[in-house]
Protein backbone atom coordinates (compact mmCIF):
# COMPACT_ATOMS: atom_id res chain seq x y z
CA UNK A 1 0.00 0.00 0.00
CA UNK A 2 1.57 3.43 -1.04
CA UNK A 3 0.52 7.09 -0.30
CA UNK A 4 -0.40 9.76 -2.56
CA UNK A 5 3.54 10.78 -2.57
CA UNK A 6 4.47 7.36 -3.34
CA UNK A 7 5.33 6.32 -0.39
CA UNK A 8 5.53 2.30 0.84
CA UNK A 9 3.02 2.41 3.83
CA UNK A 10 2.27 -1.44 4.33
CA UNK A 11 3.40 -4.29 2.35
CA UNK A 12 1.78 -7.94 1.81
CA UNK A 13 3.30 -10.68 0.05
CA UNK A 14 0.95 -12.47 -1.33
CA UNK A 15 -2.66 -9.92 -1.19
CA UNK A 16 -4.46 -13.16 -3.23
CA UNK A 17 -3.83 -15.18 0.33
CA UNK A 18 -4.51 -12.84 2.52
CA UNK A 19 -7.22 -12.89 4.87
CA UNK A 20 -9.99 -10.49 3.88
CA UNK A 21 -10.92 -9.44 7.40
CA UNK A 22 -7.88 -9.42 8.63
CA UNK A 23 -6.64 -7.04 5.64
CA UNK A 24 -10.15 -4.74 6.75
CA UNK A 25 -9.20 -4.65 10.02
CA UNK A 26 -5.49 -3.84 9.38
CA UNK A 27 -6.87 -0.89 6.48
CA UNK A 28 -9.26 0.65 9.35
CA UNK A 29 -6.42 0.87 12.02
CA UNK A 30 -4.18 2.73 9.27
CA UNK A 31 -7.74 5.01 9.08
CA UNK A 32 -7.62 5.12 12.45
CA UNK A 33 -3.92 5.73 13.19
CA UNK A 34 -3.57 8.70 9.86
CA UNK A 35 -7.21 10.77 12.14
CA UNK A 36 -5.24 10.69 15.80
CA UNK A 37 -3.87 13.73 16.47
CA UNK A 38 -0.43 12.62 15.74
CA UNK A 39 -1.33 11.27 12.20
CA UNK A 40 0.81 13.30 10.48
CA UNK A 41 3.37 11.00 10.93
CA UNK A 42 2.40 9.08 8.40
CA UNK A 43 2.29 11.15 5.49
CA UNK A 44 5.24 11.50 3.75
CA UNK A 45 7.71 14.68 3.49
CA UNK A 46 10.89 16.24 1.84
CA UNK A 47 13.94 15.68 4.40
CA UNK A 48 15.63 19.28 2.80
CA UNK A 49 15.09 22.00 -0.11
CA UNK A 50 17.54 19.58 -2.37
CA UNK A 51 15.29 17.12 -2.12
CA UNK A 52 12.28 19.60 -2.23
CA UNK A 53 13.61 20.80 -5.99
CA UNK A 54 13.65 17.21 -7.12
CA UNK A 55 10.34 16.60 -6.26
CA UNK A 56 7.93 16.95 -9.34
CA UNK A 57 4.27 18.11 -8.73
CA UNK A 58 1.23 16.65 -10.62
CA UNK A 59 -1.78 18.53 -9.08
CA UNK A 60 -2.21 22.32 -9.21
CA UNK A 61 -2.58 23.49 -5.62
CA UNK A 62 -0.92 20.06 -4.40
CA UNK A 63 0.45 20.05 -1.05
CA UNK A 64 3.99 18.78 0.00
CA UNK A 65 5.49 19.21 3.74
CA UNK A 66 9.14 20.15 3.96
CA UNK A 67 10.89 18.86 7.03
CA UNK A 68 13.86 21.24 7.47
CA UNK A 69 15.75 23.17 5.25
CA UNK A 70 19.43 21.77 5.74
CA UNK A 71 19.96 17.99 6.81
CA UNK A 72 19.93 17.55 10.41
CA UNK A 73 19.02 20.97 11.56
CA UNK A 74 15.07 20.58 12.52
CA UNK A 75 14.67 24.00 11.11
CA UNK A 76 13.10 25.88 7.74
CA UNK A 77 10.47 24.08 7.02
CA UNK A 78 6.63 23.84 5.96
CA UNK A 79 4.00 23.20 3.79
CA UNK A 80 4.35 24.13 0.11
CA UNK A 81 2.18 24.22 -2.70
CA UNK A 82 2.14 23.80 -6.60
CA UNK A 83 1.83 26.79 -8.29
CA UNK A 84 1.04 25.20 -12.03
CA UNK A 85 0.17 28.81 -13.21
CA UNK A 86 3.36 30.50 -12.42
CA UNK A 87 6.15 29.37 -15.22
CA UNK A 88 9.15 32.70 -14.76
CA UNK A 89 9.22 33.21 -11.12
CA UNK A 90 13.23 32.53 -10.10
CA UNK A 91 14.10 30.35 -7.22
CA UNK A 92 14.70 32.73 -4.42
CA UNK A 93 15.78 29.86 -2.08
CA UNK A 94 12.94 31.50 0.77
CA UNK A 95 9.42 31.18 -0.82
CA UNK A 96 9.81 29.81 -4.37
CA UNK A 97 11.69 26.43 -5.24
CA UNK A 98 12.41 25.72 -8.87
CA UNK A 99 12.45 21.97 -9.44
CA UNK A 100 14.45 20.42 -12.35
CA UNK A 101 11.53 20.64 -14.15
CA UNK A 102 10.85 24.17 -14.37
CA UNK A 103 7.88 23.57 -11.71
CA UNK A 104 7.27 25.93 -8.76
CA UNK A 105 7.14 25.33 -4.92
CA UNK A 106 5.88 27.80 -3.42
CA UNK A 107 5.76 28.36 0.93
CA UNK A 108 1.86 28.60 2.57
CA UNK A 109 1.72 32.02 4.35
CA UNK A 110 4.73 33.28 2.06
CA UNK A 111 3.93 36.76 4.09
CA UNK A 112 5.37 35.09 7.09
CA UNK A 113 8.73 34.01 6.27
CA UNK A 114 11.65 34.75 8.44
CA UNK A 115 15.28 34.11 8.53
CA UNK A 116 15.27 30.88 9.63
CA UNK A 117 12.84 29.84 6.73
CA UNK A 118 16.13 30.87 4.92
CA UNK A 119 18.34 28.39 6.05
CA UNK A 120 19.70 30.41 8.57
CA UNK A 121 20.83 28.98 12.07
CA UNK A 122 20.98 30.17 15.35
CA UNK A 123 24.82 31.72 16.55
CA UNK A 124 26.10 30.99 13.38
CA UNK A 125 27.43 32.78 9.78
CA UNK A 126 24.18 33.27 8.20
CA UNK A 127 24.83 35.58 5.83
CA UNK A 128 24.23 33.65 2.96
CA UNK A 129 20.61 33.32 4.47
CA UNK A 130 20.28 36.75 5.50
CA UNK A 131 20.83 37.73 1.38
CA UNK A 132 18.39 35.07 0.28
CA UNK A 133 15.75 36.22 2.31
CA UNK A 134 16.89 40.05 1.85
CA UNK A 135 16.45 39.83 -1.57
CA UNK A 136 13.12 37.65 -1.87
CA UNK A 137 11.31 40.20 0.32
CA UNK A 138 12.74 42.83 -1.09
CA UNK A 139 9.80 45.51 -0.73
CA UNK A 140 8.10 43.66 1.88
CA UNK A 141 9.04 42.53 5.47
CA UNK A 142 12.48 41.47 6.49
CA UNK A 143 11.89 39.41 9.66
CA UNK A 144 14.71 38.47 11.94
CA UNK A 145 13.31 35.96 14.71
CA UNK A 146 14.37 35.39 18.08
CA UNK A 147 17.69 34.31 18.55
CA UNK A 148 21.37 35.45 17.59
CA UNK A 149 22.44 35.22 13.45
CA UNK A 150 26.24 36.47 12.38
CA UNK A 151 26.07 38.57 8.67
CA UNK A 152 28.22 40.86 7.40
CA UNK A 153 27.74 42.40 3.85
CA UNK A 154 24.20 42.86 3.33
CA UNK A 155 23.12 45.01 0.77
CA UNK A 156 20.03 46.46 -0.35
CA UNK A 157 20.85 48.22 -3.67
CA UNK A 158 18.89 50.26 -5.97
CA UNK A 159 15.22 51.26 -6.11
CA UNK A 160 13.78 47.52 -6.63
CA UNK A 161 14.18 47.26 -2.65
CA UNK A 162 11.89 50.81 -2.51
CA UNK A 163 9.48 50.23 0.67
CA UNK A 164 11.55 47.53 2.53
CA UNK A 165 10.93 47.26 6.24
CA UNK A 166 12.97 45.55 8.65
CA UNK A 167 11.51 43.74 11.82
CA UNK A 168 14.44 42.53 14.52
CA UNK A 169 13.30 39.93 17.37
CA UNK A 170 16.56 38.33 17.41
CA UNK A 171 20.08 40.24 17.20
CA UNK A 172 22.27 40.03 14.04
CA UNK A 173 26.08 40.20 14.92
CA UNK A 174 28.69 41.76 12.88
CA UNK A 175 30.67 38.86 11.23
CA UNK A 176 34.33 38.85 12.27
CA UNK A 177 36.46 41.20 10.53
CA UNK A 178 39.44 39.29 8.76
CA UNK A 179 42.17 41.59 8.40
CA UNK A 180 41.99 45.87 8.15
CA UNK A 181 42.06 45.23 4.08
CA UNK A 182 38.46 42.69 4.26
CA UNK A 183 36.19 45.42 2.95
CA UNK A 184 32.60 45.06 1.63
CA UNK A 185 31.63 48.18 0.31
CA UNK A 186 33.57 51.83 0.04
CA UNK A 187 36.29 51.19 2.00
CA UNK A 188 34.64 49.84 4.78
CA UNK A 189 33.30 46.22 6.61
CA UNK A 190 29.52 46.98 7.23
CA UNK A 191 27.01 44.94 8.49
CA UNK A 192 23.78 46.30 6.37
CA UNK A 193 24.36 48.68 3.84
CA UNK A 194 21.66 50.19 2.47
CA UNK A 195 21.82 51.83 -1.21
CA UNK A 196 20.05 54.01 -3.64
CA UNK A 197 16.83 52.64 -1.71
CA UNK A 198 14.28 54.79 -0.40
CA UNK A 199 10.99 54.38 1.95
CA UNK A 200 13.11 51.54 3.88
CA UNK A 201 12.08 51.23 7.78
CA UNK A 202 11.42 49.04 10.39
CA UNK A 203 13.74 48.25 13.42
CA UNK A 204 17.17 46.79 13.21
CA UNK A 205 18.90 45.02 16.62
CA UNK A 206 22.57 44.41 15.70
CA UNK A 207 25.84 43.78 18.26
CA UNK A 208 29.21 45.00 16.10
CA UNK A 209 31.16 42.48 18.73
CA UNK A 210 33.74 44.70 18.96
CA UNK A 211 36.10 42.83 21.22
CA UNK A 212 36.36 40.33 18.26
CA UNK A 213 36.52 43.34 15.91
CA UNK A 214 40.46 44.28 14.72
CA UNK A 215 41.53 47.27 15.78
CA UNK A 216 40.69 49.54 13.83
CA UNK A 217 37.72 52.23 12.99
CA UNK A 218 36.08 51.51 9.85
CA UNK A 219 33.87 49.11 10.78
CA UNK A 220 30.38 49.44 10.84
CA UNK A 221 26.99 48.17 11.75
CA UNK A 222 24.94 49.77 9.31
CA UNK A 223 26.01 51.86 6.13
CA UNK A 224 23.37 54.08 4.40
CA UNK A 225 24.86 55.80 0.74
CA UNK A 226 22.56 57.80 -1.16
CA UNK A 227 18.52 56.99 -1.38
CA UNK A 228 16.46 58.77 1.09
CA UNK A 229 13.57 58.64 3.07
CA UNK A 230 14.74 56.06 5.42
CA UNK A 231 13.25 55.71 8.85
CA UNK A 232 15.03 53.40 11.51
CA UNK A 233 14.94 53.00 14.75
CA UNK A 234 18.25 50.68 16.10
CA UNK A 235 19.09 48.79 19.23
CA UNK A 236 23.26 48.48 18.59
CA UNK A 237 25.67 47.34 21.21
CA UNK A 238 29.29 46.86 21.13
CA UNK A 239 30.72 48.94 18.38
CA UNK A 240 34.25 49.07 16.91
CA UNK A 241 33.91 51.65 14.84
CA UNK A 242 30.57 53.82 14.42
CA UNK A 243 27.01 52.09 15.01
CA UNK A 244 26.13 53.89 11.77
CA UNK A 245 27.58 55.63 9.26
CA UNK A 246 25.72 57.67 6.45
CA UNK A 247 27.37 59.25 3.26
CA UNK A 248 26.20 59.48 -0.48
CA UNK A 249 25.60 56.83 -2.65
CA UNK A 250 29.36 56.20 -3.47
CA UNK A 251 31.31 56.69 -0.08
CA UNK A 252 34.56 57.30 -2.01
CA UNK A 253 33.35 59.90 -4.70
CA UNK A 254 30.67 62.96 -5.72
CA UNK A 255 27.75 61.28 -6.17
CA UNK A 256 23.94 61.10 -4.77
CA UNK A 257 23.60 62.47 -1.15
CA UNK A 258 21.10 60.64 1.07
CA UNK A 259 18.19 62.85 1.16
CA UNK A 260 15.27 62.25 4.05
CA UNK A 261 16.65 60.36 7.44
CA UNK A 262 15.43 59.53 10.24
CA UNK A 263 17.33 57.55 13.09
CA UNK A 264 15.75 56.79 16.45
CA UNK A 265 16.94 54.52 19.11
CA UNK A 266 20.24 54.02 21.08
CA UNK A 267 23.86 53.08 20.32
CA UNK A 268 25.65 51.36 23.48
CA UNK A 269 29.02 49.90 24.48
CA UNK A 270 29.61 48.16 27.69
CA UNK A 271 32.86 49.87 27.95
CA UNK A 272 34.25 52.87 26.41
CA UNK A 273 35.65 51.94 22.85
CA UNK A 274 34.84 52.86 19.42
CA UNK A 275 34.97 55.42 16.95
CA UNK A 276 31.27 56.72 16.70
CA UNK A 277 27.44 56.10 17.77
CA UNK A 278 26.30 57.46 14.63
CA UNK A 279 28.93 59.39 11.69
CA UNK A 280 27.31 61.66 9.45
CA UNK A 281 29.31 62.66 6.43
CA UNK A 282 26.62 63.79 4.32
CA UNK A 283 23.04 64.48 4.38
CA UNK A 284 19.65 66.46 3.91
CA UNK A 285 16.52 66.46 5.55
CA UNK A 286 17.34 64.13 8.51
CA UNK A 287 16.14 63.80 12.38
CA UNK A 288 18.06 62.10 14.79
CA UNK A 289 16.75 61.27 17.96
CA UNK A 290 18.79 58.94 19.85
CA UNK A 291 20.62 57.68 23.20
CA UNK A 292 24.16 56.88 23.13
CA UNK A 293 26.57 55.83 25.64
CA UNK A 294 30.37 54.77 26.41
CA UNK A 295 31.31 55.25 22.36
CA UNK A 296 34.37 57.58 21.45
CA UNK A 297 37.46 55.72 22.79
CA UNK A 298 41.13 54.70 21.62
CA UNK A 299 40.53 53.32 18.26
CA UNK A 300 43.63 52.05 15.96
CA UNK A 301 45.90 54.11 18.71
CA UNK A 302 43.68 57.78 17.88
CA UNK A 303 40.87 59.54 20.07
CA UNK A 304 37.61 58.85 18.17
CA UNK A 305 35.37 61.71 17.90
CA UNK A 306 32.24 59.62 20.00
CA UNK A 307 28.69 59.57 20.09
CA UNK A 308 27.15 61.55 17.01
CA UNK A 309 29.79 63.08 14.45
CA UNK A 310 29.23 65.34 11.58
CA UNK A 311 32.36 65.58 9.53
CA UNK A 312 32.34 65.61 5.75
CA UNK A 313 35.42 65.41 3.94
CA UNK A 314 35.09 66.84 1.07
CA UNK A 315 33.70 70.25 -0.08
CA UNK A 316 30.92 67.78 -2.30
CA UNK A 317 30.03 66.79 0.87
CA UNK A 318 27.36 68.82 2.39
CA UNK A 319 25.34 68.07 6.00
CA UNK A 320 22.22 70.25 5.57
CA UNK A 321 18.48 71.04 7.24
CA UNK A 322 18.24 68.29 10.42
CA UNK A 323 17.55 68.36 13.71
CA UNK A 324 18.97 66.28 16.41
CA UNK A 325 18.16 65.57 20.00
CA UNK A 326 20.43 63.42 21.76
CA UNK A 327 21.56 61.58 25.33
CA UNK A 328 24.80 60.80 25.50
CA UNK A 329 27.26 59.91 28.53
CA UNK A 330 30.67 59.26 28.45
CA UNK A 331 31.28 59.58 24.30
CA UNK A 332 34.43 61.75 24.58
CA UNK A 333 32.91 64.73 22.66
CA UNK A 334 29.03 63.33 22.67
CA UNK A 335 28.25 65.70 20.09
CA UNK A 336 30.98 67.13 16.67
CA UNK A 337 30.64 68.92 14.41
CA UNK A 338 33.62 68.96 11.93
CA UNK A 339 32.84 70.58 8.82
CA UNK A 340 34.63 71.61 5.22
CA UNK A 341 34.60 75.16 3.82
CA UNK A 342 31.26 75.56 6.64
CA UNK A 343 29.42 73.25 4.76
CA UNK A 344 27.00 71.93 7.77
CA UNK A 345 24.30 74.22 7.61
CA UNK A 346 20.91 74.49 9.19
CA UNK A 347 21.13 72.14 11.95
CA UNK A 348 18.98 72.57 14.96
CA UNK A 349 20.65 70.79 17.71
CA UNK A 350 19.41 70.02 21.23
CA UNK A 351 21.56 67.09 23.69
CA UNK A 352 22.04 66.54 26.77
CA UNK A 353 25.66 65.34 27.88
CA UNK A 354 27.32 63.62 30.51
CA UNK A 355 31.02 63.51 30.90
CA UNK A 356 31.53 64.86 27.24
CA UNK A 357 32.98 68.08 26.14
CA UNK A 358 31.23 69.22 22.46
CA UNK A 359 32.93 70.25 19.81
CA UNK A 360 31.58 72.66 17.51
CA UNK A 361 34.06 73.77 14.74
CA UNK A 362 33.50 74.72 10.74
CA UNK A 363 29.85 75.18 10.73
CA UNK A 364 27.08 77.89 9.60
CA UNK A 365 23.56 79.28 10.76
CA UNK A 366 23.47 76.38 13.43
CA UNK A 367 20.89 76.65 16.66
CA UNK A 368 22.87 74.44 18.83
CA UNK A 369 21.54 74.05 22.82
CA UNK A 370 23.75 71.73 24.59
CA UNK A 371 23.43 70.69 28.61
CA UNK A 372 27.45 69.21 29.74
CA UNK A 373 27.64 67.72 33.28
CA UNK A 374 30.62 66.13 34.77
CA UNK A 375 33.20 67.23 32.15
CA UNK A 376 36.97 68.49 32.15
CA UNK A 377 35.88 70.62 29.79
CA UNK A 378 32.91 71.73 28.97
CA UNK A 379 33.20 72.46 25.04
CA UNK A 380 34.30 74.05 22.18
CA UNK A 381 33.17 76.70 19.56
CA UNK A 382 35.34 77.90 16.85
CA UNK A 383 35.26 78.44 13.28
CA UNK A 384 31.60 79.27 12.72
CA UNK A 385 29.39 81.86 11.07
CA UNK A 386 25.67 82.78 12.19
CA UNK A 387 23.69 80.89 13.94
CA UNK A 388 23.11 80.35 18.16
CA UNK A 389 25.13 78.15 20.76
CA UNK A 390 23.73 77.81 23.98
CA UNK A 391 25.92 75.94 26.34
CA UNK A 392 25.02 74.98 30.31
CA UNK A 393 27.47 73.34 32.23
CA UNK A 394 28.18 71.69 35.46
CA UNK A 395 30.55 70.52 37.44
CA UNK A 396 33.22 71.27 35.04
CA UNK A 397 36.36 72.21 35.82
CA UNK A 398 37.29 74.27 32.70
CA UNK A 399 33.98 75.89 30.87
CA UNK A 400 33.78 76.57 27.00
CA UNK A 401 36.59 77.70 24.89
CA UNK A 402 34.25 80.55 22.11
CA UNK A 403 36.63 81.96 19.62
CA UNK A 404 39.38 80.55 21.12
CA UNK A 405 41.25 77.61 18.39
CA UNK A 406 39.45 79.74 15.25
CA UNK A 407 36.91 82.88 14.63
CA UNK A 408 33.34 82.69 15.80
CA UNK A 409 31.52 85.16 13.65
CA UNK A 410 28.24 86.62 13.86
CA UNK A 411 26.86 84.27 16.15
CA UNK A 412 24.78 84.53 19.37
CA UNK A 413 26.50 82.62 22.20
CA UNK A 414 25.56 82.05 25.77
CA UNK A 415 27.41 79.97 28.62
CA UNK A 416 26.29 79.36 31.60
CA UNK A 417 28.69 77.54 34.43
CA UNK A 418 27.49 76.31 37.95
CA UNK A 419 30.08 74.36 39.88
CA UNK A 420 33.01 75.75 37.83
CA UNK A 421 36.40 75.34 38.74
CA UNK A 422 38.74 77.57 36.66
CA UNK A 423 35.98 79.69 34.06
CA UNK A 424 33.08 79.43 32.72
CA UNK A 425 34.11 80.52 29.30
CA UNK A 426 37.24 81.42 27.75
CA UNK A 427 37.25 84.07 24.19
CA UNK A 428 39.99 84.50 21.59
CA UNK A 429 38.74 85.67 18.06
CA UNK A 430 35.50 86.77 17.88
CA UNK A 431 33.83 88.75 14.94
CA UNK A 432 29.98 90.32 15.65
CA UNK A 433 27.46 88.66 17.54
CA UNK A 434 27.53 88.98 20.66
CA UNK A 435 28.60 86.96 23.57
CA UNK A 436 27.07 86.18 27.48
CA UNK A 437 28.30 84.74 30.36
CA UNK A 438 26.68 83.87 33.35
CA UNK A 439 28.43 82.46 36.26
CA UNK A 440 27.24 80.52 39.65
CA UNK A 441 28.80 78.74 42.34
CA UNK A 442 32.74 78.70 41.93
CA UNK A 443 34.13 75.53 43.37
CA UNK A 444 37.59 76.42 45.35
CA UNK A 445 41.02 74.94 44.08
CA UNK A 446 40.83 76.56 40.57
CA UNK A 447 41.74 79.90 39.12
CA UNK A 448 38.13 80.89 39.63
CA UNK A 449 38.10 83.78 36.41
CA UNK A 450 34.32 83.11 34.97
CA UNK A 451 35.36 84.97 31.69
CA UNK A 452 38.78 84.33 30.25
CA UNK A 453 39.27 86.71 27.83
CA UNK A 454 43.18 84.90 26.48
CA UNK A 455 45.21 85.01 23.26
CA UNK A 456 43.97 82.85 21.01
CA UNK A 457 45.66 79.35 20.86
CA UNK A 458 47.81 79.95 17.77
CA UNK A 459 49.53 83.06 19.80
CA UNK A 460 48.37 86.19 17.81
CA UNK A 461 47.35 89.12 18.51
CA UNK A 462 43.27 89.83 17.98
CA UNK A 463 40.69 92.69 17.49
CA UNK A 464 37.25 91.30 18.54
CA UNK A 465 34.94 93.39 16.39
CA UNK A 466 31.54 94.28 16.43
CA UNK A 467 30.29 91.61 19.50
CA UNK A 468 27.96 92.73 21.99
CA UNK A 469 28.53 91.54 25.60
CA UNK A 470 26.96 90.91 28.90
CA UNK A 471 26.18 88.76 31.59
CA UNK A 472 25.84 87.89 34.91
CA UNK A 473 28.06 87.16 37.60
CA UNK A 474 27.11 87.52 41.53
CA UNK A 475 30.01 87.47 43.87
CA UNK A 476 30.87 84.65 46.47
CA UNK A 477 34.14 84.33 48.28
CA UNK A 478 35.95 81.48 45.94
CA UNK A 479 35.44 83.71 42.46
CA UNK A 480 38.13 85.83 41.51
CA UNK A 481 37.12 88.18 38.85
CA UNK A 482 34.10 88.28 36.26
CA UNK A 483 35.99 88.74 33.51
CA UNK A 484 39.65 89.12 33.76
CA UNK A 485 41.89 90.06 30.01
CA UNK A 486 45.62 89.88 31.18
CA UNK A 487 47.50 88.68 27.88
CA UNK A 488 47.31 91.91 26.16
CA UNK A 489 46.84 91.04 22.57
CA UNK A 490 43.47 91.38 22.54
CA UNK A 491 41.63 94.55 21.90
CA UNK A 492 38.40 95.52 21.21
CA UNK A 493 36.61 98.05 18.29
CA UNK A 494 33.07 99.07 18.25
CA UNK A 495 32.20 96.60 21.19
CA UNK A 496 29.48 97.15 23.16
CA UNK A 497 29.09 96.14 27.66
CA UNK A 498 25.86 96.28 29.06
CA UNK A 499 23.51 93.91 31.17
CA UNK A 500 26.40 92.83 33.00
CA UNK A 501 24.72 92.33 36.40
CA UNK A 502 27.56 91.93 38.69
CA UNK A 503 26.07 92.41 42.06
CA UNK A 504 27.49 92.31 45.53
CA UNK A 505 30.83 92.98 43.93
CA UNK A 506 32.30 95.67 45.69
CA UNK A 507 33.43 97.71 42.74
CA UNK A 508 34.01 97.37 39.03
CA UNK A 509 38.03 97.15 39.35
CA UNK A 510 37.65 93.94 41.89
CA UNK A 511 35.09 92.47 39.49
CA UNK A 512 36.59 93.17 35.80
CA UNK A 513 40.80 93.11 34.94
CA UNK A 514 41.71 94.57 32.26
CA UNK A 515 39.62 95.74 28.74
CA UNK A 516 36.22 94.44 28.55
CA UNK A 517 34.64 95.93 25.08
CA UNK A 518 34.53 99.71 24.06
CA UNK A 519 31.06 101.16 25.68
CA UNK A 520 29.57 99.75 29.14
CA UNK A 521 26.01 100.77 29.35
CA UNK A 522 23.22 99.46 31.79
CA UNK A 523 25.41 97.84 33.89
CA UNK A 524 25.17 96.77 37.45
CA UNK A 525 27.60 96.57 40.42
Not at 121 to 131: E, G, Q, V, Y
Not at 384 to 409: A, F, K, L
Request: overall charge negative; proline content about 2%.
Amino acid sequence: VYDSYGTLQFYYKDIAKYDPDQLRTEFEQFIVNLAAKDGFKYIGSCKNVTELRATEPTTDKQLINLLQYNDNTGYGGGFLFYDSADISSPDDGVIIFVTSGGKRWKRVNSDKVNLIDAGAIKSTDATDPLTRLVNACKGGVVRIPRGEFIASGIILSGSTYNNTRFECEGTILLKQRASSSDNNFGGGYVGIIIKDAFNISGNIKMNGRRTLQPNEEHIYCIGIAGGGDINLNVDIQEVRGDGIYVSQSDWLSNSTITNGLILTGSVENSALDGRNAVSIISANDFHVRMRYRNVGGVVGGNQQPGGIDFEPNFDYQTITNGIVDVTASSCNYGVCIFGKSYNVKNVSIIATLSACNPYLSRWRDCNIDIGVDNSTLAGNIDTCIGGSVVIRHSNCTNGVDVGWRGEVTNCDVKIVGDLWTNYVCRTGKIKGGSLRWEAYNCVSGGTGIALRIDTPQDGSAYTITGTDFSGRVPYDSVVQYAARNAGGLITFSQCGLSNLNLATWTNWGAAVSGQLANVRDGNTV
